[in-house]
Every structure is written in C-alpha cells, then in structure tokens.
C-alpha cells in the first residue's frame, strides 16, 4: 500500500545565515530562551511533524485504520456533543504522528476527490477558534492555497464560504484545492474570488457572521530555508512593510463581519510587530470592537501536542516549534465587533 511507502521528511537544505542571524538578534529579545528551543526545531527539517487532515467528503475506506497502524493519533479526539463545549469541531479530523513520519501528497485527478491533506497541525487552531457553525457565512479573506478554507469546510457546512485570494497564480491554486476536496454537489455553497483583501470590507459591509484574516506575513519555517542570500536580504527589507498591510486586511475585515461577529487574525510568523502590535494598533483605531480570550478548554486539549509560548504582551496566542512538539510557528487572535 501507497502509505507505506513513507517518507522521512525532506532532504537536507541550507539556511540561509543573513536571515537566522536576523531571528536570533529578534526573536531571543522578544521570546528569550523560547526561541533557542524553537531555532533547533526549525534547523533540524529532519524533526519535523507532519499533519493528516482527513477529508470527509472522500471516500476513507481503511485510511483510518492505516494511519493507526503507522502510529497515528487523532489530534482532536471525537467526542459526543453533550460532553462539548460550545465548540464544534465534530466532523474536523487530523492525524498526528509524534514522530517527523511523513506519508506521501496524493495527485490532482479531475472527478475524484483525495482523501487527505498534509499540513502542520498548528494552522488548525485558526480554524478551531473561528469555530464556524452549521450555516454561518463565513470570508476566508487570504485564502491560496486553501489549507484553512478546506477545514473549514471539514468542520461545519457554512451557509456561504467566500474564499478569496489577490495573487492570480495562487488563486487558480485555491480553486484546484477546493475542487480537489469538495464535492460538485456542494459548490454552491463556495464563492471564490480574487480581489484585494483590503477592499472586501466596504464592498460587501456586515456580510458575514466569520471572518479569518490568514494574513501574507514572514513566514519564518520557509525564509530560513532561502538559497539565496540576496533573496533574503529582499525579505527582510520588506519585511517592514507587512505590519500595515495586515493592519489594513484586519481593518477590512471587521468591516466586512456583523455586528457581534467574529474575526480570527492569524500568522505563521513569531513576529512581534506582525502579531500583537498589529492588533492592538487595531483594537486602538477601531471603535466598537474587543479582544476575546482564545476558548481555554481548546488551549488546554492541544497543549498535550502544541507548545503555547508566553507572550509579552499576552496579546492572542502562539504556538512555537520546540522538541517533540515540531507544531507552529501560528499566531492566532480573535475580535469581535460589537457594534
Ligand atoms: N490561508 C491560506 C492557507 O491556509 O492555505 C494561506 C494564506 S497565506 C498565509 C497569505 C495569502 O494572502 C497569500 O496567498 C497571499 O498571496 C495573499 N495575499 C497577499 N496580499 C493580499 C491581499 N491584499 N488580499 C488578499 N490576499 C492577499
């Protein structure tokens, strides 16, 4: 069988040294000895863990009872609905294996739907926090290549999934995933579009009950890994410019929720400036909306795989890579609009 055929994650790959020394001279002010556990997991690729989502509308024949025997666990163990809180992720399903085992991408074949998607478990907990429920409309404001709005969609069926995604090339990615993952009979309730995020919000005022901002940031895991040197040096430079892009996506994304809506803001970076500042540069600038706790009952069913980092200021929650807990870099934060 296909699974057997593992592979041990990816060869070995050079690091770039203008960028490490860059998250060293950063990240050891803002996360102390946090970011040196975590710098060992993201230089040693060999670690890292790999996440099976499982797609429900696929045909799963023994593809549970295969990734048991290859010592895979559910992240999110099943659970009935009156032991829930009010989290409603039942239909949600990740397998995580503890060590970095890694089973191989299926291929794109029109007309059949793959069984699974590979993804670092830590990208769930957005999905989680904006626990959408059965017929909610829901934007997925940052959407390519389609990681999140696919568990979304494995979560709850929403009323309105409004997937969108400005890049032209990446958008065309998004809609293969979703047509690689959901059902023809079922599209209707998918809209994709690629528009600038930033103008969502006054096109379409109040539409939706959820918003996820999966916001274009540094993405620390893959920019330590650039071939090359000038190329890092061209991130880090416009790496300054990011803060007010995502201000801005942010912005138009509490636009675009109802009043007593969500919006869950989140990265894949350990940056300060692109985390926390940018929300609370918000939460200052925006009338009418607050900061929620992320649901403390979900934080501490996944503090069994993720490490939460302690965050000054404890603004939102991260989750960092550290020893045999290879999840993250994810930042997640969540607002809601009260009027
Ligand atoms: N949510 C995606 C997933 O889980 O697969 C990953 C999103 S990635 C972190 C951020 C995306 O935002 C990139 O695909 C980027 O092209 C897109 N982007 C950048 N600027 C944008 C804008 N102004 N409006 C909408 N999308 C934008």
């Given at each position: ?77 099943q659970t009935c609905p009156e032991s829930q809180s009010h ?253």
């Amino acid at each position: 069988n296909t699974l057997a055929a593992q592979c041990k994650s990816k060869p070995q790959r050079q690091v770039c040294k203008t960028v490490l020394k860059h998250f060293d001279a950063q990240y050891s002010e803002e996360l102390g000895e946090q970011w040196w556990s975590a710098r060992d997991v993201l230089l040693n690729p060999l670690s890292w863990q790999y996440g099976v989502l499982l797609n429900r509308f696929s045909d799963l024949a023994n593809l549970r009872q295969c990734l048991t025997g290859l010592g895979y666990t559910n992240l999110l163990p099943q659970t009935c609905p009156e032991s829930q809180s009010h989290t409603t992720h039942m239909h949600l399903q990740c397998f995580i294996h503890r060590d970095p085992v890694r089973i191989p991408t299926q291929g794109h074949h029109s007309g059949w739907l793959k069984q699974y998607y590979l993804l670092n478990a830590a990208s769930l907990l957005p999905v989680l926090t904006l626990n959408v429920k059965e017929g909610e409309n829901v934007l997925d404001l940052c959407a390519a290549p389609g990681g999140k709005s696919l568990a979304i969609l494995q979560a709850a069926t929403p009323g309105l999934l409004h997937s969108n995604e400005l890049d032209k090339h990446r958008y065309d990615w998004l809609l293969k995933t979703l047509e690689s993952y959901f059902p023809p009979t079922l599209r209707h309730l998918l809209s994709v579009t690629h528009l600038d995020g930033r103008s969502i919000g006054s096109m379409r005022p109040g539409a939706y009950d959820k918003v996820l901002v999966d916001a274009p940031c540094s993405n620390d895991r893959s920019w330590l890994y650039t071939p090359d040197t000038h190329q890092g040096e061209m991130w880090l430079k416009e790496r300054t410019q990011l803060p007010l892009l995502q201000k801005e996506l942010l912005c138009s994304a509490l636009a675009a929720v109802r009043p007593g809506g969500v919006v869950v803001y989140s990265t894949c970076t350990m940056s300060r400036a692109e985390n926390q500042s940018v929300v609370e540069a918000v939460l200052a600038s925006y009338q009418g909306v607050e900061l929620l706790d992320l649901d403390q009952q979900l934080i501490d069913s996944l503090s069994d795989h993720f490490y939460f980092a302690h965050l000054r200021p404890s603004v939102g929650q991260l989750v960092i890579p550290q020893k045999g807990k290879t999840w993250g870099p994810m930042y997640v934060s969540q607002l809601r609009r009260i009027y």
